[in-house]
């Protein structure tokens, strides 16, 4: 069980909007920045989102974050096969010094 | 071009013990604090370890604490995961990972670059 709680799964159809959602305690997302990772099939993680909201060199604007009080939203416009994938959340949890991790949200591009 | 390659894993019998290496390259690794992330088969991620960029401060998971020993040799660029009294629970693909963390407003932490994975099996 996972002080990050995400939906185990969503769907939505090519080209709309999808978010993901990532709640937890006042203590640790209220106190921390939230990060976002994309796992495609067979692949490593990848760094989408950063400090909430930020997006590292080279990830299209068509990915989003936000952050309001202890839940956090990934956003996903423009849907498209190549995100089928899943994604987790993650941040650090300073009661138990050490990172943490949502349990992971898989998209399904239907 | 930054890059992590990991090493050392494999099949090993419940009880025994396993070294994992990662390698870095392309920026300047004594710089950055480090961690191990694990994925079970079918499961999501577990933050592992965490190794400051000097070594002085190492954090563990519960799950492994006592068991593995997270270090790095800043002069040689590598990253160690020592391993012992591995049991099933054990099994997943290690990923060594560059943290950045500090302070803002906030609290940050991040992962920005991940490995390839090494594979662990933990099995009789």
């Known amino acids: 069980q996972s002080v990050l709680t995400q939906p185990p799964s969503v769907s939505a159809a090519p080209g709309q909007k999808v978010t993901i959602s990532c709640s937890g305690s006042?203590?640790?997302?209220?106190?921390?920045?939230i990060s976002w990772y994309q796992q495609l099939p067979g692949a490593a993680p990848k760094l989408l989102i950063y400090?909430?909201?930020k997006r590292p060199s080279g990830i299209p604007d068509r990915f989003s974050g936000s952050k309001s009080g202890t839940s956090a939203t990934l956003g996903i416009t423009g849907l498209q096969t190549g995100d089928e994938a899943d994604y987790y959340c993650?941040?650090?949890?300073?009661?138990?010094?050490?990172?943490?991790f949502g349990g992971g949200t898989k998209l399904t591009v239907l | 071009e930054v890059l992590l390659v990991e090493s050392g894993g494999g099949l090993v019998q419940p009880g025994g013990s396993l070294r994992l290496s990662c390698a870095a390259s392309g920026f300047t690794f004594s710089s950055y604090e480090m961690n191990w992330v694990r994925q079970a088969p079918g499961k999501g991620l577990e933050w592992v370890s965490y190794i400051s960029s000097t070594g002085r401060t190492i954090y563990y998971a519960d799950s492994v604490k006592g068991r593995f020993t997270i270090s790095r040799d800043n002069a040689k660029n590598s990253l160690h995961l020592q391993m012992n009294s591995l049991g099933a629970e054990d099994t997943a693909v290690y990923y060594c990972?560059?943290?950045?963390?500090?302070?803002?407003?906030?609290?940050?932490?991040?992962?920005?670059?991940w490995g390839r994975g090494t594979p662990v099996t933990v099995s009789s």
């Open positions: 400090d909430n909201n």
């Open positions: 993650g941040t650090w949890d300073g009661s138990l010094s050490g990172g943490v």
């Open positions: 990972a560059r943290v950045n963390s500090g302070w803002s407003s906030y609290f940050y932490y991040y992962v920005d670059v």
């Open positions: 006042s203590s640790i997302i209220g106190n921390n920045y």
